[in-house]
Every structure is written in structure tokens, then in C-alpha cells.
């Protein structure tokens, strides 16, 4: 199989850009494949971006994303306050914040799945293709209410101490999601079990993506 990142060698730092339109959303889809890479390619620049927080979710943000990002060289986590919900109404001003992030030039984005059933997760995977035109991009998943979830094409597995360093970060760092019936320990690993038994990982948990045009070579 190719590695994940083809132009990068183990042990090489890469470029990575991960959004997210919410705390916890980058966390949830990709936590553990972050902390895989960052393992993979010490030293490696991340910009972490997340698009709508109130105040206090986004400290939440922040104080997660430093924990997910300790074994990452440069990084910059940046916490934007667009209103939660209305995206497809605020989508010139949002699009002219990712105008900002050409210049970072990523070697992989993690992005939202187009075709999940919230707004915002969808308006950030829409202004991902439109504003990154050649650049290896992968869409996670956010298990949530809505019945979205279909079969990913890309499943990178996971060795338990990340999918548990996952879960651990999510839960600590996340208060404000506690009452939240979805939003638990079981829940993060119920679904990389199931991306786990598909991906025939020897853990038996993997994360889920959508690739949805690939370039193997240069």
C-alpha cells in the first residue's frame, strides 16, 4: 500500500492544514490519524483552523489542539467567530479566510465530508476544493444525529495508544460537550471500531475518510 502522505519519507516533516467548523469537529474525525502523522513525521508545520467558537468553546479549541499537536514542529491555531449554523449565509466572508491560508501550501488537508448533512461542515468542504485546486485532500466524518454516515474509500488505522490518546484529549478537554448524549468515550470508539474491522486493522480501530481525486505521482 502507498503511505498516506507519497512524497514524504518516514521520519520527514510534511505540511499539514486541518479545518474544522467547530471545536471538536477536526478532534473527532481525524484525532487519530494527527497524532499517527505527527508520530510519522516529527517536526512537521500544522496550521489548525476552526471557523465558529463562542468564547469559551474556543479556548476549548485551542487547549485541544495543543494536546493533539505536541509532537508537531511550527504550528498555529487559528479560532474564528463566525456564527455557528449559518454558513451558507456568511460564505463570502468565510471563503475570504481561507483566501488566507493559500500561502501555507499543505502537503495534506483534512477537511469535512461534502456530503454531510450540517451546513457548516458542508460550506467548509465546498470552499476546501474550491480554494485548494492541487493538493492531496482527505474529508472526515463526525458521527452526529443526522444519518450520514456512508462507506469511506480511505481508512487509516490506528494503534490503540492513539485512538485511546484520542478519546482521552476529546473528553478532558471538552467540558462544555458533557451533556451531550452522543458525545462520550463509547461513542468515539464504537465508530473506529467499525472503520477498524474494514480497514483489517491489527488493533481493530481505524478512522474513516473520502478521497475524492488522488495524484500518485508527480
Not at 503511505?3 to 484525532?31: F, K, Q, T
Not at 467558537?53 to 491555531?77: D, K, N, V, W, Y
Not at 473506529?192 to 478512522?207: D, H, K, N, T, Y
Amino acid at each position: 500500500m502507498l503511505p498516506l502522505v507519497p512524497a514524504a519519507r518516514a521520519g520527514e516533516p510534511i505540511s499539514l492544514l486541518c479545518l474544522g467548523a467547530h471545536p471538536d469537529d477536526i478532534e473527532i474525525g481525524a484525532g487519530g490519524t494527527i497524532l499517527s502523522l505527527l508520530e510519522q513525521h516529527p517536526g512537521s508545520r500544522v496550521l489548525w483552523v476552526v471557523l465558529s467558537a463562542t468564547p469559551r468553546r474556543a479556548e476549548e479549541a485551542r487547549s485541544s489542539a495543543r494536546a493533539f499537536l505536541g509532537q508537531a514542529g511550527a504550528t498555529e491555531i487559528a479560532v474564528h467567530d463566525y456564527r455557528d449554523g449559518f454558513f451558507p449565509s456568511e460564505i463570502r466572508d468565510i471563503k475570504q479566510t481561507f483566501e488566507t491560508m493559500k500561502s501555507f501550501d499543505p502537503d495534506l488537508i483534512l477537511t469535512h465530508y461534502r456530503a454531510d448533512h450540517h451546513q457548516d461542515h458542508r460550506v467548509v468542504s465546498e470552499l476546501t476544493w474550491n480554494t485548494f485546486r492541487d493538493h492531496l485532500i482527505l474529508e472526515y466524518e463526525v458521527l452526529k444525529y443526522d444519518p450520514d454516515l456512508a462507506n469511506p474509500n480511505v481508512l487509516v488505522a490506528l494503534g490503540r495508544q492513539h485512538a485511546d490518546t484520542k478519546v482521552a484529549i476529546l473528553t478532558a478537554h471538552f467540558p462544555s460537550q458533557h451533556t451531550k448524549r452522543w458525545f462520550s468515550a463509547e461513542t468515539f470508539l464504537a465508530i473506529m471500531r467499525v472503520r477498524g474491522v474494514q480497514a483489517a486493522a491489527p488493533s481493530g480501530l481505524a478512522e474513516g475518510f473520502y478521497a475524492h481525486k488522488i495524484r500518485m505521482f508527480s
